[in-house]
């Protein structure tokens, strides 16, 4: 019998206690440059809690075995692992059901997939795809690729000056052509939340298929692919606690079982000869070749994990975060936030008058603050917003008042080492 160890149950406080949360992160209590770490690039990757990294070191001391393949009691269990993390998953998206829910690499191999097995076999010269102008590069380049096999064109929504996107453009630009509509849920480099319900149903009054990108969305949101009812959805499971190399797509039965397998090999298949192969079900004709069991395993664990402190106290917990953190950045001198939607998450994207983003995050390392400073792949958001890069913190419920008080000192020292006065 599969025995997983079990998450903290913070949900079962009424109000989580959030230093007993942040304890349970054995990395974050590490200094750096002799200073308390403060973590602050949570969109870029989350830390683990014990209860991912011991689901992961218990599969590999006492369960690891391939899956799906051996007779015997070992591998049972690792399959039996496996496949309930991909129940876990089913529940925690609203899934209709557990043959949608389909493991790849993260989200930029489950665009790829919808890329080339979706969209690919079905687009004609002069077909269309449409894009929000604040896309993560995994979401415009994949659609590109397939612009250039196909000779259909990419169409891009615009947004305005908060980094809200312009629904009366995106409604004059769903027409006969549009053959897909990709959208992120959440900007990663502006931290504006998409109204992808109202832009689903728009896009389907004119039956057209639509992507989710959650993978920003999925540690900071509720999902519900079923309400939303987006045709794919795809998140990465390095953004929400669990492991690297292992995130997942959701598409609806009817499109998955439309469409060919993304890649050959194990596991995809029910029959081979060489003359001809016949492929797996659902959800196994996706999976080609042997999984990453123990990344689904911390997945699963993860998942576990944040739904024992409850998605809505970590939305209230960020929300108190960005706000905080927002009320301290608007005193500092010359700094400007790129990304003010109203319906936005714990994204805090800046540039500064006296400093280049790269030498903000120079600084700030060297006060133990961890930051990101660059494109965020997202060139064209820079291009936009008409600035080279901007600098970014990314806050998870993790995180206290004290980090945001050291990022925030160590902008001061920023203004006042690059206007003479540190010395
Ligand atoms: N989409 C968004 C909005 C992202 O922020 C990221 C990563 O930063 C990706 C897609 C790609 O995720 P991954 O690199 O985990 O595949």
């Known amino acids: 019998m599969f025995t997983a160890p079990q998450a903290t149950d913070h949900k079962s406080l009424s109000a989580p206690d959030w230093s007993a949360i942040r304890a349970d992160f054995p990395l974050l209590s590490q200094l750096a440059h002799q200073q308390p770490l403060a973590y602050l690039d949570n969109a870029a990757t989350t830390q683990k809690p014990n209860a991912v990294i011991d689901s992961i070191t218990h599969f590999y001391r006492f369960d690891n075995a391939n899956v799906h393949r051996g007779a015997y009691q070992l591998s049972e269990r690792a399959t039996l692992a496996f496949e309930t993390a991909r129940d876990k998953i089913q529940r925690f998206l609203h899934a209709p059901s557990r043959e949608e829910v389909i493991f790849v690499r993260g989200a930029t191999e489950a665009i790829n997939l919808v890329a080339q097995s979706y969209a690919r076999p079905r687009l004609k010269p002069g077909d269309e795809i449409l894009i929000s102008a604040m896309e993560h590069h995994s979401n415009i380049v994949p659609w590109q690729m397939v612009c250039l096999q196909t000779g259909a064109l990419l169409k891009v929504v615009p947004i305005n000056d908060s980094a809200e996107i312009n629904i009366a453009e995106y409604q004059a630009l769903l027409n006969k052509k549009t053959k897909v509509v990709a959208l992120t849920h959440l900007s990663n480099a502006l931290g504006s939340i998409t109204p992808v319900d109202q832009m689903i149903a728009m896009a389907h009054a004119r039956e057209i298929p639509v992507l989710v990108d959650g993978a920003q969305a999925a540690p900071h949101l509720s999902l519900d692919v079923k309400q939303l009812d987006c045709d794919f959805y795809t998140f990465s499971g390095h953004k929400i606690y669990a492991p690297t190399g292992i995130g997942v797509l959701y ?59 409850g998605i809505d106290h970590i939305k209230q917990r960020e929300r108190l975060l960005l706000d905080y953190a927002t009320a301290g950045v608007s005193l500092i ?76 000192q160590g902008l001061h020292l920023v203004n006042n080492i690059f206007s003479g006065k540190n010395g």
């Open 251 to 309: 598409g609806k039965q009817s499109y998955l079982e439309a469409m060919e397998p993304y890649q050959g090999g194990g596991d995809m298949i029910s029959r081979v000869s060489f003359e001809h192969s016949d492929y797996n079900c659902l959800p196994y004709k996706f999976e080609a070749g042997t999984p990453n069991i123990a990344g689904v395993i911390g997945l699963g664990a993860a998942i576990d994990y944040i739904q024992a402190i």
């Open 333 to 408: 001198k010359g700094l400007r936030i790129i990304g003010t939607a109203r319906d936005k998450a714990s994204i805090l994207s800046f540039v500064m008058d006296s400093a280049h983003p790269h030498d903000i995050s120079t600084i700030l390392d060297q006060q133990g603050v961890a930051i990101r400073a660059g494109h965020h792949c997202a060139m064209p958001v820079m291009t936009r917003f008409d600035v080279p890069a901007t600098a970014r913190a990314s806050f998870s419920f993790y995180n206290n008042e004290s980090d945001i008080d050291q990022f925030l």
